[in-house]
T-cell receptor, first 116, second 115 residues
Framework: AQSVTQLGSHVSVSEGALVLLRCNYS??????LFWYVQYPNQGLQLLLK??????LVKGINGFEAEFKKSETSFHLTKPSAHMSDAAEYFC??????????????FGKGTLLTVNP | GAVVSQHPSWVICKSGTSVKIECRSL??????MFWYRQFPKQSLMLMAT?????????EQGVEKDKFLINHASLTLSTLTVTSAHPEDSSFYIC???????????FGNGTRLTVT
């Protein structure tokens, strides 16, 4: 079974500061990993994904994440936070592509607040 | 591209009535759609997987007779909450994918309040 652990349910940063949202996964097979962002009362928007290609993945809005197999981590970073980055962020893992209906397992989410 | 439209965005209904939520892929054909439920300040919990032309696959603990899912075409899946009760009040989100290993595209969710 696959699982995701997001460390820190709430992260607060100052505008312009580094954003670091932590995600560790558990999977018995090579996983696909995703980061999604959710704004209030909206669905989820894909930020970036890892699908066994480059370990450093660049996404939208200046976010990137690095897949580290030895640490089973997929932390999300952004060099300089913007007020518009305030939202809920979900890390998700999936295994079993190919012929299966692969399903995403989500972490519990990290609420990012950005202080002026 | 890859837009998923969910309707309605919010609905209030009385206890005992049924509510239908639509999920449409606007610019692609979705062989598979997923329905999630999200409680306040919590993560998304997968309810069921919907494949076009076949019966939905429900996750353990989800009542299939209460949450009816129909995926009649490659662009439309519906979730009907039957005989709704206040505990069914939640945020329901659908997602769809273009191909087997493509990322999921999410609708904007439906806020259901049962009074």
């Amino acid at each position: 079974a696959q699982s995701v652990t997001q460390l820190g349910s709430h992260v607060s940063v100052s505008e312009g500061a580094l954003v670091l949202l932590r995600c560790n996964y558990s999977s018995s097979v090579p996983p696909y990993l995703f980061w999604y962002v959710q704004y209030p009362n909206q669905g989820l928007q894909l930020l970036l994904k890892y699908t066994s290609a480059a370990t450093l993945v660049k996404g939208i809005n200046g976010f990137e994440a690095e897949f580290k197999k030895s640490e089973t981590s997929f932390h999300l970073t952004k060099p300089s936070a913007h007020m518009s980055d305030a939202a809920e962020y979900f890390c998700a893992v999936s295994v079993g592509g190919g012929g299966s209906n692969y399903k995403l397992t989500f972490g519990k989410g990290t609420l990012l607040t950005v202080n002026p | 591209g890859a837009v998923v439209s969910q309707h309605p965005s919010w609905v209030i209904c009385k206890s005992g009535t049924s509510v239908k939520i639509e999920c449409r892929s606007l610019d692609f054909q979705a062989t598979t759609m997923f329905w999630y439920r999200q409680f306040p300040k919590q993560s998304l919990m997968l309810m069921a997987t919907s494949n076009e032309g076949s019966k939905a696959t429900y996750e353990q603990g989800v009542e299939k007779d209460k949450f009816l899912i129909n995926h009649a075409s490659l662009t439309l899946s519906t979730l009907t909450v039957t005989s709704a009760h206040p505990e069914d009040s939640s945020f329901y989100i659908c997602s769809a994918r273009i191909a087997l290993v493509s990322p999921l595209h999410f609708g904007n969710g439906t806020r259901l309040t049962v009074t």
